[in-house]
């Protein structure tokens, strides 16, 4: 393919021939992709070596030989595995909202050209890009007011004040890219507006949804800050259990990465079992 879309500059005295495209610019020499390709390893290799030294030391606790004490004394003391219950279940519930209502007030914004929805789309990008901390306080005294602290639907509700802009903003941009004439040919066949979005946009809006279930759950599985304020000891997720074991006697490791290897874990499946939709998601749009 290479050799139908480049030519050779011809030489002129004292300079090498170099490749070019039928735009008439060079191209990458031959040997770039294998550099590019060797660059690509080593920061791929340089990325997971804390993830690899958190698993062994997890594994050997910093002692010789490998074992699954540490993970069996994490899982069998103290309350991390309810923490573990907490997070699954607040990381859960607050993905299906963000879901559910991220996909929904997106298409409305992408399919609605008024003045208020203008407004409320820079409304939304200005509340996500606004620090945790501003919020804190007003959340724990509405939390508070309404008698809601240490309770689950209170750490969902403050989740999600961080994850639906996100999965707004997205989605309505997927749905600005899916053409109306879709939508208005499966009208003119009969479908209502709700049939028509569940039946034509929603199926090719499925890399979005991957990517904001994704994000969601991970976003909530890693908040520290808001448990931190929100949660008490019912409601502690394992993101703060981790913090037990750091005291000012010392930091217990081996237990410390067991107990984070365990966090890690459900983000990492999570990821695993969507890649797919992630990746369609993330280059949506690259290419036109």
């Known amino acids: 393919m290479s050799s139908m879309t480049t030519t050779q500059i011809p030489r002129t005295a004292g300079q090498p021939g170099r490749a070019v495209g039928l735009s008439g610019r060079p191209t990458w020499p031959s040997s770039m992709p294998g550099l590019w390709g060797v660059l690509a390893w080593v920061i791929v290799l340089l990325t997971l070596t804390p993830l690899v030294w958190l698993v062994s030391t997890a594994l050997t606790g910093g002692n010789p030989g490998a074992s699954l004490a540490n993970f069996r004394e994490v899982l069998g003391t103290g309350d991390f595995l309810a923490t573990y219950v907490n997070s699954l279940v ?38 996500r890009m ?23 639907p209170a750490l969902v509700l403050v989740y999600l004040t961080v994850t639906l802009p996100f ?63 929100i949660a008490g000891r019912t409601t502690k997720t394992a993101s703060l259990a981790l913090q037990g074991y750091v005291s000012s006697a010392g930091i217990e490791t081996g237990l410390l990465c067991a107990g ?28 036109k």
């Open 260 to 287: 984070a290897v365990l966090v890690l874990l459900p983000a990492l499946l999570f990821t695993a079992l969507a890649q797919k939709g992630l990746v369609r998601g993330l280059t949506h749009g690259a290419v």
């Open 90 to 127: 607040v990381s859960l519930s607050t993905t299906l909202f963000t879901v559910a209502f991220g996909v929904t007030s997106g298409y409305t914004l992408a399919r609605t050209r008024t003045r208020s929805t203008r407004w409320m789309g820079i409304w939304i990008v200005l509340v």
């Open 130 to 152: 606004a620090p945790p901390m501003g919020f804190a306080l007003p959340f724990f005294l509405m939390m508070q007011k309404l008698q809601l602290l240490d309770t689950y």
């Open 167 to 229: 999965a707004t903003w997205l989605m309505a941009g997927f749905f600005q890219s899916i053409p109306v004439e879709l939508e208005e040919a499966a009208r003119i066949d009969g479908c209502s507006r709700i049939r028509a979005l569940f039946s034509v946009v929603l199926p090719a809006a499925r890399p979005g949804i991957a990517t904001v279930a994704i994000f969601s759950f991970i976003a909530s599985w890693n908040e520290f800050f808001y448990p931190l304020v």
